[in-house]
């Protein structure tokens, strides 16, 4: 894992930890709702789209910028499970009518599968489109 790759997860986890401190000292979610995990995971993911050589660096690297989030978002739905507290994780518009059993489960699981299946996929597709604008940009050898 390279340096870059730490500084995301720490910006990531850094940035859920954020996020749950002001929700917890009465920040309205109208405005914890900006500082915001999934916008760090996008800048990684256009970044390690290009950056990362292989297709196994990028799936490599969307699991790694998905795992902060997801240990945030169940650690967060737990303590919202385990005090009744409610917290912003699990507010409505983030909830989609689930209970905060199957909200904290869907996280664990869509953590481990879907989620970060989803981030390699658009890596994917950044990288093609990348890749493919850098080849129209060459300059030909017969110009």
């Known amino acids: 894992m390279n340096k870059t790759m730490k500084w995301f997860i720490t910006a990531i986890a850094a940035m859920g930890v954020v996020r749950f401190v ?12 900006y500082f915001s995990m999934t916008g760090i ?8 789209a290009i950056a990362a050589a292989t297709h196994k660096e990028r799936l490599k690297a969307a699991y790694l910028l998905i795992m902060p989030y997801m240990t945030i978002e169940v650690l967060a739905l737990s303590y919202t499970w ?20 199957w909200h904290t489960f869907g996280h664990f699981v869509g953590g ?13 597709l950044i990288w093609v489109a990348y890749d493919r604008g850098r080849l129209l940009l060459k300059p030909h050898a017969n110009a």
């Open 22 to 33: 002001l929700n917890m000292n009465g920040v309205p979610n109208d405005i914890v709702k």
């Open 41 to 48: 995971i996008l800048i990684g993911l256009v970044y390690f």
């Open 82 to 101: 385990a005090t009744g507290r409610a917290t912003i994780f699990h507010a409505p518009e983030y909830s989609m009518g689930f209970s905060i059993a």
């Open 112 to 124: 481990l599968t879907w989620e970060p299946l989803s981030v390699f996929l658009l890596m994917e």
